[in-house]
């Protein structure tokens, strides 16, 4: 079993914090260092001797962002062909884009090698609006072939992270566009890489839709605010309780929450004891 499967599935208490734009407002005025790999696992690992989370969390589509934001040239070239997909699979073809991020996840293994690391990674239809919004060429709709087709191209991709020391994948999509429900085979590209690579596959069931295809691998896990039959479930917590907001009963085991990042520290470091001691 991998040390992040012995981790959520161990009935001891266990805290996996989404800290990162919380730690950036006190140790980085409010932006993490993405683009500078050296300073980035200096705040990572800042924030962590501070709050301490069980497991860390690495956001794929946090760092290609910063780093679209640094590269007008590559955001041309996802621009250069209007077919659907065509971005998506431009940004994902980038050598010196997969570098970056391999480097980063290098160094932020081996800084926090301790800590299990999770590469949290938009699902593929995800992927393809935000690439499409970023060409200021938005979609109307999400066809489930070009969801298919998505998914082939984030599997090649995340081939990049082969070599990495890489303990699992959370599959998360943008809060701000609900995703639909998949067809039942729309992931399997992705899934099958995953195992290939013996990293445990998860799903953010706060933001997208379970499916059974989920519990088919016995390393399959989710967050989710309610126990979801057949998988590993990481109890989701309402960003609330960063504010005072009583905890309530908590089942044990592993505990999901992002710490909002207008949170009081005297309020955080109060709820992060109190969770720890429920």
């Known amino acids: 079993m991998s040390r992040l499967m012995s981790r959520l599935k161990a009935a001891e208490r266990s805290l996996w914090l989404d800290d990162e734009l919380y730690a950036a407002r006190l140790f980085a005025d409010g932006v993490p260092p993405y683009l500078s790999t050296p300073d980035y696992v200096a705040f990572r690992s800042q924030a962590a001797g501070l709050l301490h989370s069980d497991i860390l969390s690495l956001s794929l589509r ?30 994902f073809a980038d050598e010196t884009l997969r570098e970056f991020l391999t480097a980063t996840v290098n160094a932020l293994s081996v800084a926090m090698r301790e800590v299990p690391l999770v590469l949290v990674c938009p699902t593929p239809e995800s992927w393809l609006v935000a690439a499409h919004e970023r060409c200021a060429a938005p979609l109307d709709s999400v066809e489930s072939d070009a969801v298919e087709k998505a998914a082939v191209y984030l599997a090649e991709f995340l081939r990049a992270f082969a070599e990495c020391a890489v303990d699992g994948l959370l599959l998360t999509a943008d809060n701000s566009r609900p995703a639909a429900a998949p067809d039942s085979s729309a992931y399997r590209p992705v ?63 592993c505990l999901f929450s992002t710490i909002s990042p207008e949170s009081q520290p005297e309020q955080v470091l109060a709820t992060l004891q109190a969770l720890r001691q429920h």
């Open 62 to 91: 946090a760092l290609c962002s910063a780093w679209l934001d640094a590269h007008p040239d590559l955001v041309t070239r996802m621009g250069a062909k209007t077919r659907v997909g065509a971005p998506l699979r431009a940004m």
């Open 191 to 253: 899934l099958n890489v995953a195992e290939h690579y013996r990293w445990p596959a998860g799903v953010d069931a706060c933001r997208v839709p379970f499916t059974a295809e989920m519990a088919v691998d016995s390393s399959a896990f989710a967050v989710s605010r309610v126990v979801l039959e057949g998988l590993v479930t990481v109890t989701a917590l309402d960003e609330e309780i960063w504010r005072g907001a009583p905890l309530g009963e908590l089942p044990p085991g």
